[in-house]
């Protein structure tokens, strides 16, 4: 529990849960059939298996975009897995799927090329991520979280449909319910069953630029009432954002689910901030603090790895709700201090777990460095890791855990 028990709090019991953040090396060579790109998914939820207790419930959450390089699966796209471009992988996937994309720019004239080709990819996309990761969360007994491009679909079992928009042999097809692509949280329970989803609803400009994603509708957000107490899905931006926050904070959400790929180099500045991590402790530390009465904790795993010339990088933690100021020698590298970058309010709370970047901080081994000598040998060895670069996707894969008393609100 925290530190300190707020006081605008209700009564509550609380739950032991083991929290898990996953952060994988996204592959675009996994992608070469459906079965190889399922035995990935086996193998990065596999990352978590040594860690599972068995004395408390297991809540495991996977990145952001996980099902990203289904899109690529199969003889359509070969060429796509050969390029250095993403916006050409991508486009070199349309020759395969014209008819289906002309069938929905018919059904929907005003949409998009690239809108549809994902309302072309549905099932390629949709089926194997949920069936296998359903199967998953069964088969070790946890909950498990991740994202994916993927419409609201609806389920056919018509041959006409299975033969035009699924794959050979299969019983039934996932067909988009409308013109509506989102980036969609997940949330299985222990026996498979799906306990909900959630759209994102603060897409950033390369969601809506690049790959026109449909927003999610604030109103609609859930929290899902679980036996570990009440979870929320705020993934990626909309963990920055205090409408967002506010939002899961009045639905009594305890535990926040922060599923990430962070499609930029980390130890460099963002778009809007000297040095994106120390930004990124306005989402991890920002939403656990005394601002949202209910919220006490925050896990938040990272996909890191390069999406042909996409890099995603990061570093997974899992926080916690506290009256204290975190500790300062635990912090993200080339960081100092614990202020939000945008209100200038120091933050409080403890970090629980941190998964290691490529190399540690140069201040912990040498402390007489300056603030800007760490972070200058630190956007170094990025950019070594960055595509086409010395060290190319080799950034370290991480499964992090911590064990926790869940306040959950009867």
């Known amino acids: 529990m925290a530190d300190k028990q707020h006081d605008s709090l209700p009564d509550t019991s609380t739950y032991p849960v083991r929290l898990h953040a996953v952060g994988n090396r996204i592959d675009v060579r996994v992608a070469r059939t459906e079965q190889t790109f399922v035995r990935e998914l086996e193998r990065i939820v596999a990352l978590a298996a040594p860690h599972l207790s068995r004395e408390r419930?297991?809540?495991?959450?996977?990145?952001?975009?996980?099902?990203?390089?289904l899109a690529l699966?199969?003889?359509?796209?070969?060429?796509?897995?050969?390029?250095?471009?993403?916006?050409?992988?991508?486009?070199?996937?349309?020759?395969?799927?014209?008819?289906?994309?002309?069938?929905?720019?018919r059904r929907y004239p005003h949409i998009s090329l690239v809108r549809s080709l994902l309302l072309s990819l549905t099932d390629v996309m949709y089926r194997p991520f949920v069936t296998t990761l359903s199967r998953l969360a069964a088969h070790y007994h946890i909950y498990l979280s991740a994202?994916?491009?993927?419409?609201?679909?609806?389920?056919?079992?018509?041959?006409?449909?299975?033969?035009?928009?699924?794959?050979?042999?299969?019983?039934?097809?996932?067909?988009?319910?409308?013109?509506?692509?989102?980036n969609t949280g997940f949330l299985w329970g222990p026996d498979g069953t799906l306990l909900g989803t959630t759209d994102k609803v603060f897409i950033t400009s390369s969601e809506k630029e690049t790959l026109d994603i449909t927003p999610g509708k604030l109103n609609q957000v859930a929290v899902f009432a679980t036996e570990i107490g009440r979870i929320g899905?705020?993934?990626?931006?909309?963990?920055?954002?205090?409408?967002?926050?506010?939002?899961?904070?009045?639905?009594?959400?305890s535990i926040v689910i922060q599923n990430d790929a962070n499609d930029q180099p980390w130890?460099?500045?963002?778009?809007?901030?000297?040095?994106?991590?120390?930004?990124?402790?306005?989402?991890?530390?920002?939403?656990?603090?005394?601002?949202?009465?209910?919220?006490?904790?925050?896990?938040?795993?990272?996909?890191?790895?390069?999406?042909?010339?996409?890099t995603f990088d990061g570093q997974s933690t899992i926080t916690m709700k506290s009256d204290n100021t975190p500790d300062p020698e635990?912090?993200?590298?080339?960081?100092?201090?614990?202020?939000?970058?945008?209100?200038?309010?120091?933050?409080?709370?403890?970090?629980?777990?941190?998964?290691?970047?490529?190399?540690?901080?140069p201040g912990k081994t040498n402390p007489a460095l300056s603030l800007a000598e760490r972070r200058a040998l630190l956007s170094w060895v990025g950019k070594q890791h960055l595509p086409g670069k010395r060290h190319a996707n080799r950034y370290p894969e991480t499964a992090i855990w911590a064990d926790v008393e869940v306040p959950w609100t009867r």
């Open 233 to 253: 899905m705020a993934i990626s931006l909309d963990a920055f954002t205090p409408d967002y926050m506010r939002r899961l904070d009045e639905l009594q959400a």
């Open 147 to 182: 994202t994916t491009l993927a419409p609201h679909v609806r389920l056919s079992s018509e041959q006409r449909d299975i033969q035009r928009f699924g794959s050979r042999g299969e019983a039934f097809v996932y067909l988009p319910e409308d013109e509506c692509v989102y």
């Open 73 to 105: 699966v199969g003889p359509h796209g070969f060429l796509s897995r050969k390029l250095r471009s993403s916006n050409m992988a991508i486009s070199m996937l349309a020759p395969g799927y014209a008819t289906r994309m002309v069938y929905y720019r």
């Open 330 to 361: 635990y912090n993200f590298v080339g960081c100092e201090g614990f202020v939000h970058t945008a209100t200038g309010a120091a933050m409080q709370g403890k970090i629980l777990a941190m998964a290691p970047w490529i190399i540690a901080d």
């Open 267 to 310: 130890a460099a500045p963002s778009r809007t901030c000297d040095w994106q991590p120390q930004e990124w402790l306005n989402s991890v530390l920002g939403s656990i603090q005394a601002d949202y009465a209910y919220i006490y904790y925050n896990v938040c795993p990272m996909q890191v790895g390069n999406f042909f010339d996409v």
């Open 57 to 69: 419930p297991n809540l495991v959450a996977l990145g952001e975009l996980l099902g990203l390089p």
